[in-house]
């Protein structure tokens, strides 16, 4: 029960002064949240006029990046953020999802709490320290190993093309993969675990196997949760930078090869805005920080939703 | 009605293969963990902790700037987010109407869910651009965006469990509604408020991304906050991407540090939290 429940309850007198004091500083504290989510649009919104005005829609439809000639055509940028993150995607979440499912459904209790600890472990490495080890181990491997063998027998697709450099496109992939796997798993665990045990027992006790319980009765029950648990990872992946930065070999180009080097919005920003010296390269990266912002803002806020909507409906409203 | 083989010889393959997922999940934990220890210890000497970094071409040196760095950096975030993320979830548990809270709560969910390097961009337009430098303050201001929301929700769950029955002993008693939330709620509650700000910590102690254009890194000494400064993160990152076989060194331990760092808190956090249940 609330403060303010019981005291509507008990009708306890307010507006004493240390109370109407002490209540202002936690509403002014409070609020402050909304502060800053407007301040932070706003200020994305105005410091990008400039370039918006210059460049219109060809900002988003150029392929040409030229801050000495001040064109500034961030397409490159935008498919390389999206095909690095949704490749990602696709290969994380059947992983995420299954072993989600194996954590709380087939697992003995002890080695499921053991695995769920570890994957919370993983999401909390910091994003650097997957991109040092992405760039000093991993790389070099897929240089040597991995990338002539896609060469040598898959090479007849377009998208396994050119030459082995290691810091590539499927280098982010892998590294993202990687990244998001904890966090879609760690999410879909929660939403799995809030199946309601009868749901569970009642196909059980039909004769259903633990497959057919876990499709008939868990997996449908969790749907738009897991979904929200992807959607989140999506939000994650495309708004990562230190570590995609540092495998992603930084070239602005745009080609189906997911051997070549490309570039992604958050990596631009990150190599690009403390050099840039003239208003309107600043205010160009301002722009791809916008779009990142309202992507990341619409994701965000699928996500919770349908988050929400799983473990509401459990706690009936509670939280 | 299929045969009762068909559908055992299903469950079987599924379960194999979600034991596979599984598996797979950790495969990428454990190298990491293995080179991070294996190229960390080997990299790792007292003057790693002692020393600055050097210049290119010599050999050792260390990060002592970078921790001394982060560490200033980190205690002036938690001052500027402690009180907001705390106050503001006392207003959410104990004060707020339902529709406000839900606003404030999407708010916060939203805000934690945005790219860090868009909160570096926004520290560095309202701080660096009128400050006319990079700072040490704007690099702590952005870590601290970043570390409100994480406090606001965690202590708001916690605020929550308190039983509604201390609060009306308290008030019973004659005890002003105001320190009632400070000494009674907010107090059995500190625990679990506790293991959401070392949550909060150990999420912004390894953040790199809203540094790079506000506290810049330093390869000195330096206490002005007005200053640029180092950040072991950052430093990290600098090293990582270098072409030198030393600097690459400096980087292995300042990883084995940082994670190290890391896993304490997240431990400690565990801690707090597991004392809480039992209680």
Known sequence: MSQAAITSRWKIKTGLNGDFIFKGITVLFAFSILVILFLMIYEMVEQSLPSMAKSGWRFITDQNWDAVQEEFGALPYIYGSVVSSILALALATPLSVGSAIFITEIAPKRLGAVMASLVELLAAIPSVIYGLWGVLVMAPWLQSTVQPFLIDHFGFLPFFQGAPYGVSMLAAIFILMIMVVPIITSISREVLLAVPRSQKEAAIALGATRWEMIRMAVLPYGRSGILGAVILGMGRAIGETMAVTMVIGNTPQISLSLLSPAYTMPSVIANEFAEATSKIHSSALMEIGLILLVVTLIINAMARLLIWSVTRRQSGGGR | ?279
């Open chain 2, 1 to 279: 009605m299929k045969s009762v083989i068909l559908r055992k010889g299903a469950n079987m393959a599924m379960t194999g293969l979600m034991l596979a997922a599984a598996l797979a999940v950790l495969v990428p934990l454990v190298l990491i963990f293995v080179h991070i220890i294996k190229m960390g210890l080997s990299s790792i000497s007292l003057d790693f902790f002692t020393q600055i970094p050097k210049p290119t071409g010599e050999t050792g040196g260390g990060m002592a700037n970078g921790m001394a760095g982060s560490a200033v950096m980190i205690a002036l975030a938690s001052i500027i987010g402690l009180p907001i993320g705390i106050f503001g979830a006392i207003y959410l548990s104990e004060y707020g109407g339902s529709r406000i809270s839900t606003v404030i709560r999407f708010a916060a969910d939203v805000l934690a869910g945005i790219p860090s390097i868009i909160t570096g961009m926004v520290a560095y337009t309202l701080l660096v651009v009128p400050m006319k430098g990079f700072s040490a303050l704007a690099g702590a201001v952005a870590l601290a965006m970043i570390m409100i929301p994480i406090i606001l929700r965690t202590t708001e769950e916690q605020l929550k469990m308190v039983p509604g029955s201390l609060r009306e002993a308290s008030l019973a008693l004659g005890v002003p509604l105001w320190r009632t939330s400070l000494k009674v709620t907010l107090r059995s509650a500190m625990t679990g408020v506790m293991t959401g700000v070392l949550l909060a910590i150990a999420r912004v102690a390894g953040e790199t991304a809203p540094l790079l254009f506000t506290a810049l890194g330093n390869q000195f000494w330096s206490s002005k906050l007005t200053a640029p400064m180092a950040a072991m993160p950052l430093q990290i990152f600098n090293f990582a991407i270098s072409p030198y076989e030393d600097w690459h060194r400096l980087a292995w331990a300042g990883a084995l540090v940082l994670v190290t760092i890391m896993f304490a808190l997240s431990l400690s956090a565990r801690y707090f939290g597991r004392s809480r249940q039992k209680n």
